[in-house]
């Protein structure tokens, strides 16, 4: 009797125990609890040959991810051959799952009526023959696969392993903890994502790779959302029609256990592109009723035996309004007309046929008027296209029995600008936004656009994780997700910096999306604003870059696409389009100094080109040709160019004579001695300039090397001053030896016309090793007095050849100590 009541108090106990979430890790690379996989044995799996084919298609993929992390790939077997077993199954087709259910060793009510949830749980002496077993129990077919996925993603096995290259964690164990884990139901029904926008960038490359939108395509697609506990899909439909493409893409989401649905303007189960191939008459219900309505019939016949979610209402062909005025007694119409035809088709009652009907742009004005649609249908709410949400429930509405939707937006196509090229996505507006979602009580179906999918790979992630279970984050800990996230992808040594530059570069986009940007974003005059902005972009881009170098080699191309290139690509068109201001307003002034920030455009414009190739053509082996196709330069209106356009430019032709005129700011005045106002060469020598040689910008000196310059060969500096009175002027040469029978290399220096000063720079150096050796330069001090505030010009004669001037510094008592010197001064 004791014996009976333990054993019943023991079920108690396991049945409300409150099990671990999975966020808490249960594998280990230690012998430790059940060890599955090491180098001395591993433990096949058992599993059921009537299970679903998408448990089974799940398990194969968890066989080899064993053998991608072990190098071991353990057997499946359907009959008990081992004495310690991995079980995984469905309570409702694996046999062996069923009669742990009927012994109590799984707990029925963590189970049974339970959503997509699974259990991971230890247990000794499942059954005859087994003495140990770790058994992975779906409720249902999405819950089994969100188990097995969760113990390949604890091993070292990214979700995105092929969609973004993440390089298996190899281990020579693999072990699993005793106790119960799941992450129970999800909080959202549907989740999921919209692959829209997709060309050129998509569909080029599944073209190249697949052979188009087709089932080896959607394999791929389908596994991800899996992985990643998502559960539904509307498929590419620009020039795509997912059932007709490829008659097998209809029965792979089934199987796999993917929802589909059709897009907010593609009603009952079809594509706009299936109207446009097989349709006949105008997509006009007033006048083309009956035709339409046997083309939504052959949509419902076609699907109705696959899990689907059938869009209702109707919006104008080309994802338009259907006419200028609001006809709500016609929608109304067409939506009673359709659920009719869901009826007949299907022989299942209205009521559990899942529906939704988007309230996208001008569909909203229709529910905004009044129109209303039976309570079983979802209501799909949406955001603005750029991630504000438009409308929510009201608090003290009564529950639908449909409830409500959202559809987001990662990627946009329309006015007034598109946004498709890189993710311009911050998880702290999509959590913010999402929870407003949540808490409002739309918790039936997320949707979110996410164009061509590669340039989105973290925000697809945080929308899946957060429609899983929205009370897991808060303001707070938003950044520990991203962590996380880069943990998974380049591992925890680099993660930190990686996430804080992730992090960084979407606020950034968040400003102004890369699309909207041009050269009159941000201000000249105001607060440096455009010098900030483009400089704060340079630093992130310059930690990208280092980071990259850090890391180890394999974990580079993952690296280079969730990181390096849209931070590189977005930096450099921040310094471009700042290139861009600064060139139209020099040349506003007749400017010469425009020249080169127009020679700085083009060459931005090149880099981004080069960039682009690195993407599709190198990185990854060119894995990723075509994703990066997409325009992001020169829109003149909201849609993208067909190309790439450089901005205008401004270009001061050479003859037009524009004296540089420095101004004194802050006590000194600083000159790159390239910048002379006037060279005046002599009869058999003349001026050179040297680029880059020097601290700072470029180097001076007079050739022939051999011929001692003549009288009247000079260098002038114009100026401005603020200030009168004592000043010295430092000029710094490069290190050149006495190499003349040490006599010195010697210069003549004067000021407005004064007595010149003869300054030897080298005449004292017998050999012995200097400081301005290790300093690469010789610098000189001269003093001078100035009797007034005004223009003054500078005049340095060299009396020697091979003299390399690089730079004047005039000092009237605010210039500050620094290696380079001050930066050059502003001129008038």
Sequence with gaps: MKKNLFFV???MAICFWEPAVAADRFVSNEKEGFTWISREENCPILIDSMEYKGVLRAVRNLQEDAERVTGIKPDINNVVSENRMLIIGTIANNRWIQKLLESGKLCVEDLKDKREKYLIQTIKQPFEGIDEAVVIAGSDKRGAIYGIYELSEQMGVSPWYYWADVPIRKQKVVSIKEGIYTDGEPAVKYRGIFLNDEWPSLGGWATETFGGFNSKFYEKVFELVLRLKGNFMWPAMWASAFYDDDPLNGPLADEMGIVMGTSHHEPMGLAQQDWKRKGKGAWNYVTNG?????????GIERCKNWESVITIGMRGDGDEAMGDETNISLLQKIVKDQRNILEKTTDRKMQDIPQVWALYKEVQDYYDQGMRVPDDVTLLLCDDNWGNVRRLPDLKS?????????????????????????NISQVQRIWEQMNLTYQYGVRELWVVNVGDLK??????TFFLDMAWNPSRFNETNLLEHTEAFCVQQFGEKYAKEAARIMNIYTKYNRRITPESLNSQTFSLENYDEWQHVKDEYSTLSYDALKLYYLLPEKYRDTFDQLVLYPVQACANLYEMYYAVALNHSLAAKNDVNANEWADKVRECFERDSILTYHYNKVMSNGKWNHIMDQTHIGYTSWNEPKYNIMPQISKIPASVDVPKIFQEEDGYVSIEAEHYTRAINGTSAYWITIPDLGRTLSSVTTMPCTEIPNQEMALEYDFETLKSGNLKIYLRFSPTL?????????????LDGDEEQIVNINGNYKGELGQWQAEHAI????????????????????LDPALVLQKIMIDFGGLKPSFLGAPESKMK
């Design 455 to 460: 340039p989105m790979e973290y925000p697809i």
């Design 738 to 750: 006495n190499f003349n029978d040490y006599k010195g290399l010697k210069y003549a220096i004067s």
């Design 779 to 798: 610098i000189t001090k001269t003093s001078h007095l100035i009797d007034k505030k005004a223009k003054h010009t500078l005049r340095i004669r060299l």
């Design 398 to 422: 009564k529950p639908r029995k449909g409830g409500y939707g959202m559809y987001y937006h990662f990627d946009y196509v329309g006015a007034p600008r598109n946004s498709k090229w890189v």
């Design 290 to 298: 009956q035709e339409l309505r046997n083309f939504w019939a052959q």
């Design 9 to 11: 108090f023991l079920l």
